[in-house]
């Protein structure tokens, strides 16, 4: 009956994503804020259309929440369901092959920026919920919260979580935002790496400079720049902070090779990325890497002439982003005073430095043997004849770390992309099939937890 109705539907919940992916809500850019609202909007209507009560867009500083629920018995569990609705900018533009804000259709696969992150994702809940409503199968309580800034930090998100308590008050959370082992062998994330996210400038002379007058005898800040980076690794690929890795654990033997024994071809992953050879801390493997170790990494770095042909000059200023993924243990404020103080320290008296934190997160793991996530367990295994695999993911999600702190819910992560879906770059992508079957297997979760 639910496989049934999601192929009859299928064109239309499909057509329905792609006018949410056609709205540019990049909430890093501030000449997208209207446009981030009507992505808002948009959410709410379709909260309503599905069957949702109160909806409502929840101000804040910031970009709206977006808020419904369907309390359907007082007295039975609550889920809330967690996503957001704003994306990252789709620079650069020129290595796209279709317009990042004009879904496309190729090989089975949406085409756009947001397919996966997370407007395909969230909006599997919200048809999953139609689809409840509509055979009158919803036996537990739903409340949705989506907002516009998770990537940007969610900086008004710990706020709004503080002042609405009751309204929020669940259960457990549920967020699809991760990805999946693969299409033939289910799994769900149980952790997530926090954050530490900064930004960097050195200044050398009080102008851009002629580099044959002056090259050779003035500081180059590019130059300068390039080697300070370069020192924050050492010839093993540790980072070189000191007091970086003070607080990470590190996990059993038994745990690594638990770790391990999730599918992976090393030869079609380095095949994939078009790269030879993978690279990364000594002594631990490409998941590892990946999903249980701290790292460091540059973001964007830039300085000088970048126009075309040649321009002769000393750059005044460089500049460069960097981020760091944290394990459990490692706090964000920490390790950015960490790196600021390191950062200081390591510059020649020949330039100037300033260094700036933008926004960081908490890593976070959740139990395994809750009744959420025996449910999410069990609706995988139900529609996709698999039990899932629980993994460590690499990326970060720093409000799952928050919701347990201020309303002491754990969180189900029940993520429906691939690694491979180009996310935060150019041609993001999220398989249809990846979104049908997310849809069906979000259903089964809600009847497992409300019916264990």
């Known amino acids: 009956m639910i496989r049934e109705y999601i192929q009859t539907h299928q064109d239309r919940f499909l057509s329905e994503l792609f006018e949410l992916l056609r709205i540019p809500s990049v909430s890093a850019d501030s000449r997208h804020k209207n446009d981030v609202r009507k992505a808002a909007e948009y959410v709410a209507n379709s909260l309503r259309e599905a069957g949702a009560d109160h909806v409502q867009l929840m101000e804040t500083k910031g970009h709206p929440i977006v808020f419904g629920e369907k309390i359907m018995?007082?007295?039975?569990?609550?889920?809330?369901?967690?996503?957001?609705?704003?994306?990252?900018?789709?620079?650069?533009?020129?290595?796209?092959?279709?317009?990042?804000?004009?879904?496309?259709?190729?090989?089975?696969?949406?085409?756009?920026?947001?397919?996966?992150?997370?407007?395909?994702?969230?909006?599997?809940?919200?048809?999953?919920?139609?689809?409840?409503?509509?055979?009158?199968?919803?036996?537990?309580?739903?409340?949705?919260?989506?907002?516009?800034?998770?990537?940007?930090?969610?900086?008004?998100?710990?706020?709004?979580?503080?002042?609405?308590?009751?309204?929020?008050?669940?259960?457990?959370?549920?967020?699809?935002?991760?990805?999946?082992?693969?299409?033939?062998?289910?799994?769900?994330?149980?952790?997530?790496?926090?954050?530490?996210?900064?930004?960097?400038?050195?200044?050398?002379?009080?102008?851009?400079?002629?580099?044959?007058?002056?090259?050779?005898?003035?500081?180059?800040?590019?130059?300068?720049?390039?080697?300070?980076?370069?020192?924050?690794?050492?010839?093993?690929?540790?980072?070189?902070?000191?007091?970086?890795?003070?607080?990470?654990?590190?996990?059993?033997g038994a745990d690594r090779e638990a770790l391990n024994k999730a599918p992976f071809d090393l030869t079609e992953y380095k095949k994939e990325l078009g790269i030879e050879e993978v690279q990364g801390e000594k002594g631990y493997t490409t998941l590892e890497r990946t999903g249980v170790r701290p790292t460091l990494d540059v973001n964007g770095i830039w300085g000088g002439y970048t126009g075309e042909g040649a321009k002769t000059v000393l750059p005044s200023k460089a500049s460069a982003k960097i981020s760091m993924r944290l394990v459990p243990h490692q706090r964000p404020d920490e390790i950015t005073q960490l790196f600021t103080k390191h950062f200081l320290s390591i510059a020649p008296k020949s330039v100037k430095v300033k260094v700036t934190a933008h926004h960081g997160g908490e890593p976070a793991v959740t139990p395994t043997d809750s009744k959420a996530f025996k449910a999410a367990s069990a609706a995988f295994k139900e529609v996709w004849g698999k039990e899932p695999i629980p993994t460590r993911d690499g990326g970060s999600i720093p409000i799952v770390a928050l919701f347990k702190k201020e309303l002491g819910l754990d969180t189900v992560l029940m993520g429906f992309g691939l690694d491979t879906d180009a996310l935060h770059s150019p041609n993001e992508h999220y398989g249809i099939k990846n979104f049908l079957i997310g849809i069906e297997t979000i259903v089964a979760f809600h009847k497992h937890f409300a019916n264990p």
Not at 87 to 96: A, E, G, K, T
Not at 203 to 222: F, K
Request: contains cysteine; glycine residues 8%; proline residues 6%.
């Open 73 to 252: 018995d007082a007295s039975k569990p609550t889920v809330l369901v967690y996503g957001h609705y704003d994306v990252q900018p789709p620079d650069p533009l020129d290595l796209w092959h279709t317009p990042p804000f004009e879904p496309t259709v190729r090989d089975g696969k949406i085409y756009a920026r947001g397919a996966c992150d997370d407007k395909g994702q969230f909006y599997m809940h919200i048809k999953a919920f139609e689809i409840l409503m509509k055979h009158k199968l919803l036996s537990c309580n739903v409340k949705f919260m989506i907002e516009g800034e998770e990537e940007v930090g969610s900086d008004n998100l710990g706020t709004f979580v503080v002042a609405n308590k009751e309204k929020l008050k669940a259960d457990v959370i549920l967020i699809s935002d991760t990805s999946l082992i693969s299409l033939n062998q289910p799994s769900i994330t149980a952790g997530l790496r926090g954050l530490s996210y900064m930004e960097v400038e050195v200044t050398g002379p009080n102008r851009d400079l002629h580099s044959g007058v002056y090259g050779g005898a003035v500081a180059n800040p590019a130059n300068v720049l390039a080697k300070m980076i370069a020192s924050l690794h050492d010839e093993n690929g540790r980072v070189t902070i000191p007091g970086f890795y003070d607080k990470v654990a590190e996990l059993s």
